[in-house]
C-alpha cells in the first residue's frame, strides 16, 4: 500500500467519523427544514447540536456559522458575495496575495474584469508577506483584505494575527482562509480578529464536500454584508440553499471535535515526524522554501538539487503519495506559482516537492529517500 504523504490535499476519514456519519444516516431520516412532523424537527435539532458543537470549539457563536460544500464555496462567497456591498459604498479595492488559494485568486480576476482594484502582495523568500506593506494599500476604498493564514503549499503562517488587530475598527472586512489552519492552530483561530473565515472539513479528517463560512457579528449584531451566491430556499440563514446533508455535518462536528482533543499530541506527533525527515534526508542536497521558524511541523516543501520532481512522482508514485503543490494545480504541469511569487529561480521550483502529514501514524523516511537518491 503507498505511504500517504498528502494530507494538506486531503486527510483520510478518521474511524471516529465514519462512525458517526453511519450512525446518522441510519438515525436520523428526515430532512431539517421539513418542521411538520417529527422527523424533521429532531433532524434539526441534531443539525443544531452539530452545529454548536463547532462553534464552541472555533469560539463563535452557532448562528454565526453557514454550512457550505467546502472552502472553495466559502471563499468564492466571501469574495463574490461582497460586490453589492462594495458597490453600493464606491469601495471597490481589494487586498490579497499572490500565493492565495486559487478559489480566492479567481473570483478576484473576476472583480477585476468587473472594474474592482484588486492588489496582490507578494512574499519574500520566507513565503511571509510583510504587514507592512499590505497596511500601506489600505485607503478609504478598500473593502475587503483577504488572507490565507497557512499556505497549503509551503505550510508557512501568515501574519493574521497583526492584520487582524490593524485592521479592527478600520472599516474594512478582513476574511481569512483557515482551510490549513483548522486543526493546528485552534487557539490562535479562537483569538483572531476576523470577520469572514473559511474552513473545511477534509483536511482535518472529516468527509469531504462539507465546509463552513463563518459570518461574525459585530458589536451591533450586523454580519458582514455578503450577498447570496445561490437561490432557492431559506436554508443557513438564505446564505445557502439546498437540503443540510445531516450526515456530513455530523462528519465535521465529529472532526473538529477529535482534531481539538487530540491538537496537543498530533502537534507533538508531526513534529517528532518532521525531525524524521530532516534525518532521513540529512545526506541529500535540501533546501526548505519557506523560513521554517514560521512553518506548520505538518508540512515540509522542499527542492532537492538534482531531483526533477515530476520524475519523481513518476517512479514512486505507486508506492508514496506526495505532491509539487496545491490539489487545484495538479493536473497541471506548470510550476508552482506560490514558489514564483517568493522568487524562486525554475530550476528550485522544478526540484520541489512537498511532504504533509498528520500525528495519527508513524512514519520511516529512510525507503523513500533510498529512491530520491537513487534517482538524483
Not at 38 to 45: L, R, S
Not at 116 to 125: K, L, R
Not at 304 to 315: K, M, N, R, V, Y
Request: proline share 4%.
Amino acid at each position: 500500500m503507498s505511504l500517504y504523504l498528502d494530507y494538506n490535499a486531503s486527510a483520510p476519514i478518521l474511524p471516529e467519523v465514519l462512525d458517526a456519519m453511519i450512525e446518522t444516516y441510519q438515525s436520523t431520516i428526515g430532512n431539517a427544514d421539513s418542521r411538520t412532523h417529527i422527523y424533521g424537527t429532531n433532524a434539526q435539532k441534531v443539525v443544531q447540536l452539530y452545529r454548536a458543537n463547532i462553534a464552541a470549539i472555533l469560539g463563535v457563536n452557532p448562528d454565526e456559522i453557514i454550512f457550505t460544500s467546502g472552502s472553495t464555496e466559502s471563499n468564492n462567497m466571501a469574495i463574490l458575495g461582497i460586490e453589492e456591498y462594495a458597490r453600493s459604498t464606491g469601495k471597490t479595492h481589494i487586498i490579497s496575495t499572490a500565493i492565495e488559494h486559487k478559489s480566492v485568486l479567481e473570483p478576484l480576476k473576476v472583480l477585476e474584469k468587473r472594474g474592482f482594484q484588486v492588489d496582490y502582495i507578494e512574499p519574500d523568500i520566507s513565503g511571509r508577506i510583510d504587514t507592512k506593506n499590505l497596511c500601506n494599500l489600505i485607503t478609504d476604498n478598500t473593502c475587503l483584505v483577504s488572507i490565507m493564514y497557512v499556505n497549503s503549499e509551503t505550510g508557512i503562517m501568515q501574519p493574521v494575527e497583526e492584520i487582524g488587530a490593524y485592521l479592527r475598527n478600520k472599516g474594512v472586512y478582513f476574511h481569512v482562509d483557515a482551510t490549513q489552519a483548522l486543526g493546528k492552530l485552534n487557539p490562535q483561530i479562537r483569538k483572531l480578529n476576523y470577520d469572514i473565515m473559511s474552513i473545511t472539513s477534509h483536511k482535518i479528517g472529516g468527509p469531504q464536500g462539507i465546509g463552513a463560512l463563518i459570518l461574525k457579528r459585530d458589536s451591533n449584531y450586523n454580519r458582514p454584508p455578503l450577498t447570496p451566491l445561490m437561490y432557492g430556499g431559506s436554508q443557513e440563514r438564505g446564505f445557502r440553499p439546498g437540503t443540510t446533508p445531516i450526515a456530513l455535518v455530523s462528519g465535521f462536528s465529529k472532526a473538529v471535535e477529535i482534531c481539538e482533543r487530540d491538537l496537543e499530541k498530533n502537534i507533538s506527533n508531526c513534529r517528532r515526524i518532521k525531525q524524521s525527515l530532516l534525518s532521513a534526508i540529512s545526506n541529500l542536497p535540501y533546501t526548505f522554501n519557506g523560513e521554517q521558524e514560521y512553518c506548520l511541523p505538518s508540512t515540509a516543501n522542499i527542492s532537492i538539487d538534482g531531483l526533477d520532481a515530476e520524475t519523481a512522482f513518476l517512479c514512486l508514485g505507486e508506492n508514496y503519495s506526495f505532491s509539487n503543490g496545491s490539489a487545484c494545480n495538479s493536473s497541471s504541469h506548470s510550476l508552482s506559482y506560490v514558489l514564483k511569487a517568493m522568487g524562486l529561480d525554475e530550476k528550485r521550483m522544478s526540484e520541489a516537492i512537498r511532504l504533509s502529514w498528520d500525528g495519527s501514524v508513524d512514519i520511516d523516511f529512510s525507503p523513500f529517500v533510498s529512491i530520491i537518491s537513487l534517482i538524483i
